[in-house]
């Protein structure tokens, strides 16, 4: 059986664009995001689902820390979670900038593409810690 690759990423065995890191959680740039700054939030220990996770207030205040963030580094109040987990069986919370108002005020605003922005894993790494 392939090792969890959440697990991988918790143990450093792979490499991914941290922003966030305590004892029990990690939050961590999506390499497939839906919009500049699409975040996983993850529990450190391996649990299949968010409702498994034992410490479910702390987790949702990561979450929430995050998403906080996520709404000065974008300056938009349009942030999104979303919980499903059938892509990868490790717990995990998506927190993203909805990428529809992003999309729109992007073109109103900035003339860089939001194809290269979405793809900005450093750059928005960056704004998201500045911002926690």
């Given at each position: 059986?392939?090792?969890?690759?959440?697990?991988?990423?918790?143990?450093?065995?792979?490499?991914?664009?941290i922003?966030?890191?305590?004892?029990?959680?990690?939050?961590?740039?999506?390499?497939?995001?839906?919009?500049?700054?699409?975040?996983?939030?993850?529990?450190?220990?391996?649990?299949?689902?968010?409702?498994?996770?034992?410490?479910?207030?702390?987790?949702?205040?990561?979450?929430?820390?995050?998403?906080?963030?996520?709404?000065r580094?974008?300056?938009?109040?349009?942030?999104?979670?979303?919980i499903?987990?059938?892509?990868?069986?490790?717990?995990?919370?998506?927190?993203?900038?909805?990428?529809?108002?992003?999309?729109?005020?992007?073109?109103?605003?900035?003339?860089?593409?939001?194809?290269?922005?979405?793809?900005?894993?450093?750059?928005?790494?960056?704004?998201i810690?500045?911002?926690?």
């Amino acid at each position: 059986m392939t090792p969890c690759i959440f697990c991988q990423i918790v143990s450093k065995e792979i490499f991914s664009h941290i922003i966030y890191e305590d004892n029990d959680f990690l939050a961590f740039i999506d390499i497939h995001p839906i919009s500049p700054g699409h975040t996983l939030v993850i529990p450190k220990r391996h649990y299949r689902w968010v409702w498994d996770v034992p410490n479910t207030n702390e987790y949702f205040e990561i979450t929430k820390k995050i998403a906080l963030a996520q709404r000065r580094a974008f300056e938009t109040d349009a942030i999104s979670i979303k919980i499903v987990g059938e892509e990868i069986p490790h717990a995990h919370i998506w927190v993203f900038p909805n990428p529809d108002i992003l999309q729109q005020k992007k073109e109103d605003v900035i003339k860089r593409s939001f194809k290269e922005e979405i793809n900005d894993f450093e750059g928005n790494k960056k704004k998201i810690i500045d911002n926690l």
